[in-house]
């Protein structure tokens, strides 16, 4: 089960955890580092080692931005932001439900807002 | 002369092969017809011609003629001949009959060459005239009737009918052991024999003039400024030397097993780039000459030296093969006075 | 087959590594068996593809090429062109149907005594199951 | 394609060009032979194209590079990509050439139209797509795609990699040739149907040479297959040596320089499919060491001449899936 | 036909026990060309040498099969024991029945018809063996060091010292490349200058050596031994035999705005300049870019100041030729440009600099005089954050290097240790991913600079570096701590990754040397030839082969110098005589050799030959020069023709052996 949650979370973001070497700039980047009860790097690892559970049941998924700076900063291509929404994703697939609804989806999309800012945004909105 | 209903043929293929091997054509894995031998149940080509000529099943491409085995500083020779059975060719047309002819006068006179001499021997030629001749066949040229092939049978044949004739004693004795074979025929050949005249007449090729090619013209031919734009595109390949039904050239090389040697010999092309190249090298040291060589023997030097015979039958495998189609016909137009062609 | 046939086996081994490598297993004792024969060639890229196919025309029933782990080699790149020409060639015989296994290529580095014994010891194992090469050999050569 | 020949004059009365490599007449519609015209006047008798313009000059461009002046060729895409890696490698000089770059719909085979039974043609002519083939017995038809030259039916690209001037619109790579699909359906096979397959097919071999000496790659002094001092000559069809090392090696030698013209299965008189030897290699080279076409460039690299740090061991080939056994 | 003779060696029972060494000689006695067979309980004993010479010398023997131990065992051996005899050395070939036979098998009948066919073998290969003869090229005795820096100094003076020519070709005005640059040096914090001017006036006052400085290599020909360099030297517009470098002119000259390039552009010079005091050459040298005089030919001061008369506004470049005998690459290094860090605001904040910005501000001979002082304004900075691996180890190949580029680690805790001593009032942290210190005394030095300097070492990185009202707000994790640090810094500094200098691309091709990806010369090998190039006659020093620090540069540099002065005491150079060599005759020129040849050893050539009917062509025939050739035999399967062969290896000999097997 657990393995298998790892190995989703890895599919879905596309991230290759292990090329992660621990240098923090992710979480030295984070503007909702206060916010989160986990950090960037705390997911890479916590991914890594199998702690999904805690990582599902953490609020601290929907804390984060999706400002997308660990990724910009990040020297080794890790990605963090997108292994964050493979959680979120991951807990939504869990429930068995999806929080978004399309007609939702109001006109007022910005073209300089990553697009995954805006679905993460709806999804947590929605709560 | 006999006949037999075309039904029956599998019945006299197989009573043939019943005593000896019987090569007819048959359709090849690419859809062309090639001398095979003959299998209960199967099927005679419906091609024309052969993609090789019949000049195969006696002058093989390769062919063992002796052994050499060491022993510490001993050499023992030993012979690598093997035995030639009796075997029947059918389907051969009357211009691969005809080139028969043509290697007899190089291969039987002496010193004879045995291993021709006994596949002459124990083969026995089947012909079978020619009905719907293609554009390139051009035998007509010289002197061959497509409508009347030699061999040791001849045979015609039409929708329902095999007409049989024996030339020779060999083909006598054939037809003697051959009991399916009912008496008649001869007008039916007749009229196809006629019907083939008239499409003769129509083929663009068949009166080809060889008046300026033949016996005593290598001084007219041999420095014509011509040969060099036709012998520029000639790649060197050997293809129109080894699907033609005359061409006899080989080369005598050895082959070390490990164990023993084997002294063979393999057909050549004189278009080949290292033909009859020697320790002061190549006597022949461009295409060009390479080129000539082909045609002028074929055209001049074998007539100079067989009473006039052409070293061509008309087959038009060469026309066929090539792959940039540079042809005898193309040649023989070109030194018979320029712009005839067109 | 008789179960006396032994397959003929040649391997090909570059001076530095390899045959180094074949030496130490000599020196370390290690068996392997005698129907291997070790021709020395400078560099694994000396190999032509004709050298092999000359084996199998001969009545070779496999042919192995050794040489020094990629990125070892004496002439720093040999091996490297040596993989390439080689993966094409086998992947070409292999095309035309000719068994797996007959054609091999194994670094063995002039430490691997012990690789180089057990890399003879399987591929003679392997070559003894395929059986007789039938479909590279020239029938002049079985007499 | 209309204007060719009127090229041809224009470049010998421009003196652009001192001679023209192309196309000349037969004795039918269908026998054109390379050949190499000096004159308007030859021209204006011999110099012919069309659907039976099936043959590759580039070879030709050999010789030609070292005459004097400037010959004008005519190329057709698959001669061009020929003509370039003759170029890569030495064997033309640029300056001596003006390239006519020409723009090709697919050549026709005259095997193909006797195949399908029509004999004794005397004239062709085009409708759409159908070839009407007037012969000594009356008319035929036949559709164009099914008398295409084999290469041409799995045509790689229409693009012209190199030309002067280009008679016609300039194309595009032709991704979805479909080239490799025969050689997949054979690596479907199981090791002892493809070598069932191959036997068939190579032991018809003559030797005849004309698939090596067609070929625009094929370009040595002596081919190791004639050298007598090598030890390796072999001038026989004999016992299996054309099946398991002639054709082995005439296609190694052309792997990672054949630009996949076709010109070998064209040729050979026996029809073997030979292309699917060199197709082979390439598609090999394309997957284990990335995409190369021969002759598209002057610059790359031959995957054979390269290497990567990382390229794959040889055993892939017994890795790899797809083919049993 | 050969005449053989075949030596059967018994080694004791090494060989005996399992072999049945009268039957092999017996039965190699029956193969073609063999006339004499012999066993013998010890070949490589003096007796066995005197019998194999005798056999020679009496029967006349144009080859010799030895069946002994391993060719790597004494193929030299009897190599030389034949050559005495008058048979030459590459007629003797070895087969190996003691290692590849009686060692690995135990069945006395298998190994015995094994050593038959090895020997069979081993006959084959001799009978198609021609005598080999070891070519010899000239060595030119002086040698060039190709940038001036520390490793090209040090291996100059190495080679200087041992009594050969050599000359420097440097492209900056002066040597001493980046160490002049450099404040303290780790771990003994002695000045750099103190310890590298020394060695650049050493340079100077050689007689055997020869600085070329402001010039650059422009074109190399030649193979080992032989090279032709030619070498540009720039223009300096200053006569330099003449300048006595007293700095007249640099102190008149009126153009004063030209950023100091060896400060880092953090101060200015003016446009006629030399770099720093102790420059050598000390010669002047004008800036074209910003001199008036070359500009709009308005000016003139410096030629009217100098008493020397050297200023030479019409000076032009000139090139000039030179042989050498061996070249060596020291081209070193730079760091990398930081601008594509943003998050660290390095082209936002001149308060935010890098590693080499901050050596020179803490330099006595730097721009501030030694006083650390913000480049801003001027104030003492009070918070200092260093950032280690700034581009090092980062994947993303547009902003930095996969590589860690090892030195940063020990000159930042030497910048953060040398912050604390001058001015204890300071608090310095230093952001670190790992800190490697493997080296003599260096993990101890880092300690130190923990333990007793109290420098906070923050496992983490700086996220953003953001100037606000003139301080540095400076977001950073501290991943042991879990915590989000927000420091106010006075002073940033970057410990930026460093990268081969520009330039030894150019070198490399040049030299036919090979690089890495990352343009860093590959060594000939890895492990055990760390400082030659594939290339013959090529050597490398310092940092261009991969990032080094002072220490190891040096080492490299001397380890250089010492391959150079074993090439150069050589008169000539024996060539392996089993090289690759063409057959003209069959060459097609297609160049598939020289694609796949490491050694750049073959060239192309446009010959002519006789054609056929008395005409002659030219032909591109490909020429390989034996003195380069190392004879790995790549080129003899690239070429399709066979026209590429292999001395002592031919594709005749190796077919001959195998067909000895397989038969």
Redesign the interface.
């Known amino acids: 089960m657990e393995q298998n949650m790892m190995d989703t979370i890895a599919r879905i973001s596309g991230v290759n955890l292990r090329r992660c070497m621990r240098c923090g700039k992710c979480t030295a980047s984070c503007p909702a580092f206060d916010e989160m009860e986990y950090h960037p790097h705390q997911f890479v690892s916590m991914v890594e080692n199998g702690r999904i559970d805690e990582l599902l049941a953490s609020q601290g998924i929907y804390t984060c931005l999706s400002c997308f700076a660990c990724v910009e900063r990040c020297p080794r291509n890790v990605e963090p932001a997108k292994l964050i929404e493979a959680v979120r994703l991951a807990v939504i697939r869990k429930q068995g439900e999806n929080h978004l609804h399309a007609e939702q989806i109001p006109a007022m999309l910005d073209d300089e807002l990553p697009q995954q800012a805006i679905v993460s945004a709806f999804r947590k909105y929605k709560r | 002369m006999k006949k037999l209903a075309l039904k029956e043929l599998e019945s006299l293929f197989a009573a043939i092969a019943a005593q000896q091997t019987l090569y007819l054509p048959q359709d090849d894995a690419a859809g062309q017809a090639q001398f095979a031998a003959w299998k209960e149940g199967a099927a005679r080509s419906r091609r024309l011609n052969t993609a090789r000529s019949a000049k195969d099943l006696f002058f093989p491409q390769v062919e063992n003629l002796a052994g050499f085995k060491r022993e510490g500083k001993s050499i023992e020779i030993f012979e690598t001949r093997e035995d030639v059975r009796p075997f029947t060719v059918f389907g051969v047309r009357a211009c691969d009959a005809r080139s028969f002819e043509i290697l007899d006068k190089v291969f039987l006179k002496a010193p004879v060459d045995t291993f021709y001499a006994s596949r002459r021997e124990m083969g026995t030629v089947i012909t079978l005239a020619c009905t719907k001749p293609d554009e390139t066949c051009f035998c007509r040229s010289f002197g061959i009737d497509p409508a009347n092939p030699a061999g040791d049978v001849s045979c015609w044949m039409d929708e329902e009918t095999l007409y049989w004739q024996a030339n020779t004693a060999k083909g006598e004795t054939l037809t003697s052991e051959l009991p399916m074979l009912e008496d008649g025929g001869e007008e039916a050949v007749k009229a196809q024999q006629e019907k083939l005249h008239v499409i003769l007449e129509k083929l663009p090729l068949a009166q080809l003039d060889l008046s300026k090619v033949g016996a005593g013209e290598t001084e007219a031919l041999f420095n014509r400024p011509e040969w060099k734009s036709l012998s520029e595109s000639c790649l060197g390949c050997g293809t129109c030397t080894f699907v033609c039904p005359t061409c006899q050239c080989y080369d005598v090389q050895e082959f070390n097993t490990g164990k023993t040697v084997r002294r063979f010999r393999c057909w050549d092309s004189c278009m080949y780039s290292d033909f009859t190249k020697m320790s002061a090298g190549q006597p022949r040291p461009t295409q060009l000459e390479r080129f000539r060589q082909r045609f002028m023997h074929k055209l001049v030097y074998f007539p100079d030296n067989n009473d006039g015979q052409f070293g061509c039958v008309g087959c038009g495998r060469c026309l066929q093969k090539c792959p940039i189609h540079m042809n005898i016909v193309k040649v023989i137009k070109t030194m018979g006075g320029g712009d005839d062609a067109k | 087959m008789q179960v006396t046939w032994k397959p003929t086996i040649v391997a090909f081994c570059c001076n530095w590594c390899s045959y180094a490598g074949a030496d130490l297993s000599g020196t370390n004792r290690l068996q392997y068996p005698a129907n291997v024969k070790i021709i020395r060639i400078p560099c694994s890229c000396r190999l032509n593809p004709m050298f092999i196919l000359r084996a199998f025309q001969k009545g070779a029933d496999g042919v192995i090429l050794c040489g020094c782990h990629p990125g070892d080699c004496h002439y720093t790149t040999g091996n490297y062109y040596a993989r390439r020409r080689m993966t094409l060639l086998f992947s070409m015989l292999d095309f035309l149907g000719i068994e797996k296994g007959r054609t091999r290529v194994e670094w063995v580095s002039a430490a691997e005594g012990a690789k180089f014994a057990a890399t003879m010891n399987e591929f003679v194992k392997t070559i003894t199951e395929l059986g007789e090469n039938r479909r590279l050999e020239d029938l002049r050569c079985k007499e | 394609m209309q204007g060719v020949k009127e090229k041809a004059l224009e470049l010998l009365a421009s003196g652009k060009a001192q001679r023209v490599l192309g196309w000349k007449t037969g004795e039918f519609f269908y026998d054109l032979t390379p050949g190499v015209f000096e004159s308007a006047e030859e021209v204006e008798r011999e110099f012919e194209y069309g659907v039976f313009a099936g043959a590759n000059l580039s070879k030709y461009c050999i010789a030609e590079s070292k005459k004097d002046g400037v010959t004008a060729v005519f190329l057709k895409p698959c001669d061009a990509y020929s003509f370039v890696q003759l170029l890569k490698e030495y064997k033309v000089k640029r300056e001596k050439f003006y390239i006519v770059g020409v723009q090709c719909d697919g050549m026709c085979d005259m095997e193909k139209i006797r195949a399908a039974g029509i004999s004794g043609a005397t004239a062709v002519s085009e409708d759409g797509d159908t070839l009407k083939i007037s012969t000594i017995y009356g008319e035929e038809t036949m559709k164009k795609s099914d008398a295409l030259l084999l290469k041409c039916k799995t045509c790689k690209s229409k693009k012209l990699v190199i030309f002067d001037e280009l008679l016609g619109e300039q194309g595009e790579d032709c991704p979805e040739s479909h080239r490799f699909d025969e050689v997949e359906r054979l690596e479907r096979l199981s090791p002892e149907e493809r070598f069932s397959f191959w036997r068939g097919e190579l032991s018809r071999c003559i030797r005849c040479n004309a698939c090596r000496n067609v070929c625009p790659a094929c370009t040595c002094e002596t081919c190791v297959f004639d050298n007598h001092n090598l030890g390796t000559d072999n001038k026989a069809a004999a016992s299996d040596f054309e099946e398991n090392f002639f054709h082995i090696i005439r296609a190694f030698h052309v792997t990672s320089r054949c630009t996949d013209c076709g010109e070998c299965s064209r040729v050979c008189p026996q029809h073997i499919p030979l292309h699917l030897l060199n197709r082979k290699f390439i598609k090999d080279t394309n997957e284990l060491y990335g995409a190369y076409q021969a002759g598209a460039d002057l610059e790359s690299r031959p995957p054979l001449m390269d290497f990567r740090k990382d390229d794959c061991e040889p055993s892939v080939v017994y890795e790899r899936g797809g083919a049993k056994g | 036909m050969q005449k053989i003779g075949v030596f059967v060696c018994h080694c004791g029972t090494n060989i005996a026990a399992t072999v049945d060494v009268e039957t092999v000689a017996k039965t190699l006695g ?1 193969e ?1 060309g063999v006339v004499f067979t012999t066993d013998y309980p010890y070949m490589c004993s003096q007796t066995g040498q005197q019998m194999i010479q005798d056999k020679i010398q009496e029967l006349g023997l144009t080859g010799v099969v030895i069946c002994s131990c ?3 065992m004494h193929e030299q051996t009897f190599r030389k024991a034949c050559h005495k005899a008058g048979l030459n050395d590459y007629m003797v070939e070895i087969a ?1 029945i ?4 009686s ?5 006395k009948q ?2 015995t ?2 050593a038959v ?2 020997g069979r ?1 081993a006959i084959a290969k001799v009978q198609l063996n021609a005598p080999l003869t070891a070519g010899t090229s000239p060595v030119t005795k002086r040698a060039l060091v190709i940038g001036g820096g520390i490793a090209g100094i040090q291996t100059a003076l190495d080679i200087a010292e041992a009594g050969f020519e050599v000359d420097i070709v440097e492209k900056q005005p002066t040597i001493g490349g980046k160490m002049t640059q450099i404040d303290k040096t780790f771990p003994t914090l002695d000045c750099a200058a103190c310890i590298l001017t020394p060695k650049m006036v050493d340079c100077a006052q050689n007689e055997k050596i020869h600085i070329y400085a402001y010039s650059e290599v422009e074109q190399v020909g030649g193979f080992v031994g032989n090279f032709h360099v030619k070498i540009r030297r720039k223009a300096r517009f200053v006569n330099e035999d003449v300048c006595t470098g007293c700095g007249a002119c640099t102190e008149k000259c009126p153009q004063k705005k030209v950023p100091n390039a060896f400060n880092l552009g953090l101060d200015t010079r003016r446009a006629i300049y030399i770099p720093f005091a102790q420059a050598v050459p000390k010669v002047a040298t004008i800036d074209p870019d910003y001199c008036n005089m070359l500009k709009n030919g308005k000016c003139g001061v410096c030629a009217k100041v100098c008493t020397a008369g050297a200023i030479d506004y019409k000076q032009k470049d000139t090139t000039i030729e030179r042989e050498y005998g061996a070249i060596v690459a020291a081209t070193g290094f730079n760091p990398i440009d930081l601008s594509q860090f943003d ?1 660290f605001a390095y082209s936002k904040s001149p308060d935010v600099v890098s590693s080499l910005e901050f050596e020179r501000l803490m330099n006595a001979a730097g721009p501030t005089g030694g006083t650390l002082l913000r480049p801003s304004d001027g104030t003492h900075p009070k918070t200092i954050v260093f950032v280690q ?1 700034v581009g090092s ?4 190949a547009q ?2 290097k996969s590589y860690c580029s090892k030195i940063c680690c020990m000159y930042t805790a030497k910048h953060a240790m040398l912050c604390r001593e001058k001015y204890p009032d300071t608090d310095v942290y230093v ?1 670190y ?2 800190v490697r210190t493997p080296g003599k005394n260096f993990d101890e030095f880092y300690r130190r600079a923990v333990e007793e300097y109290g420098v906070h070492y923050i ?6 570096v953001v100037p606000e009202n003139g301080k540095l707000k400076v ?3 501290d ?1 042991l701590d ?1 915590r ?1 640090l927000h420091i106010d810094a006075d002073m940033v500094v970057l410990a930026a990754a460093i990268e081969p200098d520009k330039s030894a691309r150019s070198v490399a091709t040049m030299l036919t040397a ?1 690089m890495d990806t990352n343009d860093f010369f ?1 060594e ?3 492990k055990l030839r760390p400082v030659e190039s ?1 290339t013959a006659g090529v050597f490398l020093s310092g940092t261009c082969q991969g990032p080094k620090d002072i220490p190891e540069t040096v080492a490299q540099a001397s380890a250089a110098a010492a391959k150079v002065i074993g090439l150069l005491c050589k008169d000539s150079l024996t060539c392996n005589p ?1 090289v690759a060599e063409p057959n003209e ?8 050799c020289e ?2 040849c ?1 050694y750049g050893a073959i060239t ?1 050539i446009d010959k002519e030959f006789r054609g ?2 008395r005409t002659t ?1 030219i032909r ?1 025939v490909a020429q390989v020069n034996p003195a380069v050739c ?5 080129c ?3 070429c ?4 590429m062969d ?1 001395k002592g ?1 031919s ?2 000999q ?10």
């Not at chain 5, 180890?393 to 993303?396: G, K, L, P, S, V």
């Not at chain 5, 496992?459 to 953003?464: L, T």
């Open positions: 029956k073609p391993s060719p790597r190996n003691r290692e590849q036979c060692w690995i098998h135990k069945d298998e190994a018809e094994k066919i090895l073998a998050e691996c180890r980062c994947e993303d902003k930095g952001f991913i790992d496992k983490g990185m700086v996220g953003k977001q950073a994790s991943l879990n989000q090979s590959t000939a090998h890895p594939p089993c005759l069959m060459c097609n020129g297609c160049s598939n694609k796949v490491p192309y056929p009917n062509l591109r190392q004879g790995c035999g790549a003899t399967v690239a399709m023709s066979g026209a292999l290896f594709n005749k190796i077919m001959a052996e195998v067909d000895a097997i397989c038969r």
